[in-house]
């Protein structure tokens, strides 16, 4: 009971760190950098979903196949992901390597595959260009059992895709995930009150 207990501390610990702004890391290439870890935030027997089409996109889990659309896609966007994403200068940036790209991927693959978090990337229906990403991780605040993040690139964002999936993935979630109760920092939550709701959480 101790060493699960523990596990569970320092996976809150981890996300909460990560749901207030990207982790910087050697490369600072990702958006999240999330510590690994053997606990999961979802049931055993709920299996995440690996494919979810409709007619604009579809959704897949992010990994090495799709390290080039993923690449070009947020570099394409690095100063409106800047601003609206991560709220930081250490993801994007124009120094971000190929190397460093798939670093990323081969992370987010780990993550899915032990069930620590979700990441998936929105393409479009013929999976040859990237409209965005969705992130799926653990609550890091009381209340709230999952929080989901998501970014589309700047062309997107002008062509009003960006609202289109929020309420989609609202309502995805909502229904295909077994969670009472998801934030949505930047979105149903003001930035502000986020923060300080994290920042409240941190010294408890």
């Known amino acids: 009971m101790k060493n699960r207990n523990a596990a569970r501390a ?3 610990i981890a996300m909460t760190m990560l749901a207030a702004g990207p982790v910087p890391s050697a490369a600072a290439t990702a958006p999240y950098a999330a510590e690994t870890s053997t606990a999961s935030f979802i049931p055993s027997d709920f299996s995440p979903p690996m494919l979810v089409r409709t007619a604009t996109f579809k959704l897949v ?3 090495p196949a799709l390290v080039k659309v993923d690449f070009d896609a947020y570099m394409s966007s690095i100063e ?8 930081s200068t250490d993801w994007p940036h124009a120094g971000i390597s190929s190397a460093d790209a798939m670093r990323d991927m081969e992370a987010e693959e780990a993550r899915f595959k032990k069930r620590e978090s979700f990441a998936y990337a929105v393409l479009t229906p013929d999976g040859r260009r990237e409209r965005g990403c969705v992130y799926v991780y653990p609550g890091t605040v009381a209340g709230y059992d999952a ?3 998501l970014w589309v690139t700047k062309a997107e964002y002008d062509a009003g895709f960006d609202a289109e999936l929020y309420d989609w993935v609202v309502q995805w979630i909502g229904k295909d995930w077994p969670f009472a109760k998801v934030a949505y920092p930047g979105r149903s939550i003001p930035w502000e009150s986020w923060d300080a709701m994290v920042a409240a959480a ?3």
Request: hydrophobic share 30%.
């Open 80 to 87: 409106h992901l800047q601003k609206t994403f991560t709220r």
């Open 202 to 204: 941190r010294k408890e």
């Open 10 to 12: 320092c996976l809150t």
């Open 147 to 149: 929080v989901a993040r």
């Open 61 to 63: 889990p992010l990994g």
